[in-house]
């Protein structure tokens, strides 16, 4: 898909923003991030600021729907930690980190990221 550079950097920062969550969520559910620490690293990523810089641009383009729903899964996600940990525990993180792996793969298919040397 050819892009011009805005659009490069968004799927760069979305794509760096699901590989980043997945770190973490790989390092919680092999015990070796913390609830306090899986809660700081999502802070970090500032996921409602690029929810409000690249959510007008990707919800009126079709060819970015895997970048929309990678954007909506970890918005969620970072929204609702605290609830999902309380009600169904750490390890239902599990199926969160599936979904993002499986968004991840999708958009690195559509945007031949491995090309790409600046994404992560």
């Known amino acids: 898909m050819n892009l011009n550079l805005s659009d490069r950097q968004m799927v760069a920062d979305v794509t760096r923003m699901g590989i980043r969550t997945a ?8 015990q070796k991030v913390d609830r306090d620490t899986l809660k700081w690293g999502l802070q970090e990523l500032s996921i ?6 690249y ?8 060819e970015y729907v ?7 899964l970890i ?5 609702q930690l605290d609830y999902q ?11 969160d980190l599936q979904e993002i ?5 999708q958009i690195g298919e559509a945007f031949d990221l491995p090309n790409w040397e600046s994404v992560v």
């Open 23 to 30: 770190v973490l969520l790989r390092g919680v559910l092999l």
């Open 48 to 53: 409602p600021n690029l929810m409000d810089t």
């Open 55 to 62: 959510f007008p641009v990707l919800v009126n383009r079709n």
């Open 66 to 72: 895997n970048l929309l729903n990678l954007l909506f």
């Open 75 to 79: 918005y969620s996600l970072d929204g």
């Open 85 to 95: 940990i309380r009600e169904y525990g750490l390890d239902s993180l599990k199926d």
């Open 101 to 105: 792996n499986f968004s991840l793969k």
